[in-house]
């Protein structure tokens, strides 16, 4: 286990990842563009989740490469990446279940969007978050909440448009039990 710790800390795997999320991000707000090019500009902010949660990540790899930490980077990285991670593959296994196939690209999201979750908790000893950065993430992430299923901004996923409901209420104790599981991974078992 130690040998993997060790790998997550060479330069050449974090520069792998930085390039990866680079992509993945760029990637990402391709795959958005038509509902961004529909959404009020109050909102554009708050619709690319998947996309923004890399792009945090990004800078917490960049401060990584100079042997910083950027502790509110760290923690709306780990918190939008582990919550719209296990959002996407959800939705993408729900959309399955509800329509009895999947394009390929649903394969392709589950595979990315599980490892974005992944990647995002593996560096959670090397996180140097506060409680009050945490609040921060709380906030941005159920105000995202609000954003999605109140002002009806949430990423389009057209065969499950009847169950509005229901993904919100879903989308709401995923941002809780994220928010507890970076709580415990990371400010608690630190003591901090």
Same mark, same amino acid.
């Given at each position: ?6 790998? !997550?800390? &060479?330069?050449?795997?974090? /520069?792998?990842?930085? @390039? ?6 760029? *990637? $990402? ?35 990584? !490469?100079? &042997?910083?930490?950027?502790? /509110?980077?760290?923690? @709306? ?6 919550? *719209? $991670? ?35 908790? !593996? ?14 993430a709380a906030i941005w992430i159920l105000h995202n909440d609000v954003i999605d299923y109140v002002f009806f901004m ?18 709401f104790w995923l941002s809780i039990a994220t928010l507890l599981i970076t709580y415990f991974l990371v400010i608690k078992?630190?003591?901090?």
């Amino acid at each position: 286990m130690k040998s993997f710790y060790k790998l !997550l800390e &060479k330069r050449w795997f974090l /520069l792998l990842l930085f @390039l990866t999320n680079f992509l993945g991000t760029v *990637y $990402g707000y391709i795959w958005y563009g038509n509902q961004l090019s529909q959404t009020p500009a109050e909102f554009l902010i708050f619709v690319p989740d998947s996309p923004t949660a890399s792009l945090f990540f990004i800078f917490v790899l960049g401060a990584f !490469l100079i &042997k910083k930490n950027w502790p /509110l980077m760290e923690a @709306l990285a780990v918190v939008t990446l582990f919550k *719209y $991670g296990i959002w996407a593959v959800f939705m993408n296994i729900f959309t399955y279940y509800a329509t009895g196939s999947l394009h390929w690209t649903g394969y392709m999201l589950i595979a990315s969007h599980a490892l974005m979750a992944i990647q995002g908790l !593996l560096y959670a000893s090397y996180y140097r978050i506060r409680l009050w950065h945490l609040v921060i993430a709380a906030i941005w992430i159920l105000h995202n909440d609000v954003i999605d299923y109140v002002f009806f901004m949430m990423p389009w996923y057209g065969p499950l448009s009847n169950y509005t409901p229901q993904i919100g209420y879903f989308s709401f104790w995923l941002s809780i039990a994220t928010l507890l599981i970076t709580y415990f991974l990371v400010i608690k078992r630190k003591g901090s």
